[in-house]
């Protein structure tokens, strides 16, 4: 398994609409496996394939996994992760939750979000089986913004033009002068 680079805004393959897999083969897992450790290392709770340039429709989660406050010791154990390949949401709720988002592509920017409440998600597991999933809380939104990602979406497009705008510029203008953010 290989930690990779994430790619972050205002990199143009995060706005880029990812293609279905067609089977879910060695590959594929191996793929997989790279975006979970790449997403515990970051850390995060969900990642997908296009935050480290593969424009596949994968996304791996992982919202049990947490380090400790300052990055360092162990993970909340035990892990649970959830792979989903080709996800399609197939049904929204229509009680909305508010949840603080943020995204490894847009380090260190938080949000308050709104959106569906609960969901049903359709995917292939790991092994290439149709499953569905009735999500509520955290995992809900988390998939929501993951499977955004791989039409190109961001969180920052679900808040005000004028915050989004802001935090476009601030990464851009980082980017340019060659600085992290
Ligand atoms: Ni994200």
Redesign the pocket.
């Known amino acids: 398994m290989t930690i990779r680079d994430i790619l972050t805004i205002p990199d143009p393959l995060l706005r880029e609409r990812c293609v279905p897999v067609a089977a879910v083969d060695d590959a594929v897992r191996a793929l997989m496996d790279d975006m979970l450790e790449t997403m515990y290392d970051a850390p ?1 709770i ?3 394939a296009s ?1 480290i340039g593969v424009m596949k429709r994968v996304v791996v989660i992982d919202t049990s996994s947490r380090k400790t406050e300052d990055g360092e010791g162990a993970e909340i154990e035990p892990r649970d992760p959830l792979f989903l390949v080709n996800p399609e949401i197939t049904w929204l709720s229509e009680d909305i939750s508010v949840y603080q ?6 380090p260190e920017y938080f949000e308050d979000v709104e959106r569906p409440a609960e969901i049903k998600v359709r995917f292939l597991d790991r092994n290439g089986k149709q499953d569905e999933m009735h999500c509520a809380g955290l995992l809900a939104t988390v998939v929501q ?2 499977v ?2 791989l039409n190109g979406v ?2 920052i497009d679900h808040i005000s033009k004028l915050k989004r705008d802001r935090v476009w510029k601030k990464f851009a203008k980082a980017k340019k002068r060659g600085e992290a953010v």
Not at 101 to 106: A, M, R, V, W
């Open positions: 995060g969900g990642l997908a935050q988002e943020g995204c490894l592509s847009i913004h993951e955004d990602h961001l969180f």
